[in-house]
């Protein structure tokens, strides 16, 4: 007989998973993902449902990773929601399934998960390329995402300076009174990212806000947003000017309008460079393009349902 689903809302995962334990695995799973093993490791790249009356997207992201026993899918929905609107722009459910006997295991709140596994990614692609000397962190946008990039790269790293701009200024300022830490509002994307070494772009912009003949030589980007074929948020100058690693050359083809439009071309997966067979040119203006896995999901998920279960 199958026990019943393990069920997690999102305070229980959000206390769950705890980056210490979140980045290991992650780095772990791209390094594997990026050999290419398909008896290790099958994820397609996320189908993607537009919702065309209400400027959304619903996205499935299934996952196996046979050496580890996780099977998974997870279900998120995005939108590009009106200023001012309350809802989340992203909402996502984790299913976990056992390989063997294809019943659900968990049923687990996805938008914790989607929060703190990409800021853990971009935080790996930091370490990897961000200049050796890094003082300056700039974030643009101020919504789920900048705030778990914010809690991790402080976490991580050691900037003497953060910035932050968000195209509504009171968002900013909302972001800043929420904090411990120093954070500086500016103005406008230029006054930001102007000497900054590491700019994380998480917003929902679907144009370029963020151009190359800004940003510092050397510098290094986590771009997290423009995740369809035709939104942007870096310009082509620094698309070409950069060397671009990305999560999944598959889904970057697929799904990278910075990539698609730009005619960059993706150097090297994360995975290429944790496995050594890529090198980190961190000396170089370098982008990180995240599109997000679901073996992102399903390692987070796994996690999230061994820590729960080491209470119970
Ligand atoms: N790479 C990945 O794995 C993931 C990417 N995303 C993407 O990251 C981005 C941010 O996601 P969330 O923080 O969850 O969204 P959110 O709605 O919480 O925050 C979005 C931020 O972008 C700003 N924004 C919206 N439209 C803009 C525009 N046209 N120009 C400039 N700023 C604009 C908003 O004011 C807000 O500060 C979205 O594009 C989302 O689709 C989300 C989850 C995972
Ligand atoms: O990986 C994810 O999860 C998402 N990626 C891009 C759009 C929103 C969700």
Known sequence: MCESPVVLNKHEVERLLCYDDLIPRLESVMGKFSKRDSSEIIQPVRSVVPIQHHNGFLGVMPAYLAAEGILSTKMVTFYQ???GSSLP????????????????????DGEAITA??????SAISAKL??????????????GQQARSHYDVFTKLFKFKEVRLWSRRKEMAQRFVN????????????????????????????????LFGEWVKAGAHIAAVGACRPDWRELD???MRQAVVYVDSREG?????????LSGAEAFAELGEVINGSFPAQREKITVFK????????AVSAKLVLEKWKSEH
Do not use: W, Y
Request: glycine content about 10%; proline content about 4%; charged content about 15%.
């Open 290 to 297: 995240s599109l997000g896995m679901g073996i992102q999901d």
């Open 178 to 209: 929420d904090l411990q830490g120093p954070v500086t509002v500016c103005g406008s994307v230029k006054e930001a990212v102007m000497g900054a070494d590491v700019i994380v772009t998480a917003t929902g912009a679907s144009q370029p806000i």
């Open 236 to 238: 082509d100058v620094l």
């Open 129 to 142: 390329f961000s200049p050796a000397l890094s003082e300056v962190l700039c974030i643009l946008g101020s």
């Open 89 to 108: 722009s992203t909402q996502a459910t984790v299913l976990l399934f056992h390989p063997e006997h294809g019943n659900v295991t968990a049923i687990m």
């Open 116 to 121: 703190k596994r990409t800021a853990a990614v």
């Open 252 to 260: 970057a083809t697929a799904e990278s309008g910075d990539i698609i």
């Open 81 to 83: 929601r009106a200023e």
